[in-house]
């Protein structure tokens, strides 16, 4: 497989099982735009970084992506949790929740020299 079927599937499995996220959080709490592309955006910082050759390349890859995608799925459901009383903490959650994705590929790109194959 390579890599751009990868990522076809990867971001396909991604829109779908943000499908009921997107649903549920659009009619309880203030939605922007940004965060329809919540889920995308650390897969799409993890393949940048990867693209660039940021990180040990090795078959931890595989891992990485898993545990990207496994953060992005949640970190919308972190808005439930940070609830936006006002405009100003419902903008601060929401930039956490892009945030926390981001922050994880980084983290795990930069770390990955220390994971044992």
Known sequence: MNAMTLLFWTVLFLTILSLPTWYFFKTRVKWYKCDYGTHLYGVLTWII???????????????EL??????????????????????????????ITIALPITCAILLRLLTPYHPE
């Open 49 to 63: 970084l990867t693209i660039i050759g940021i990180g040990h390349q090795s078959l931890w890859h595989i891992y």
């Open 66 to 95: 898993i545990l990207v995608v496994f953060i992005s799925l949640l970190s919308p459901w972190l808005r439930v949790l940070f609830p936006g009383k006002n405009n100003k903490t419902s903008i601060i959650s929401s930039l």
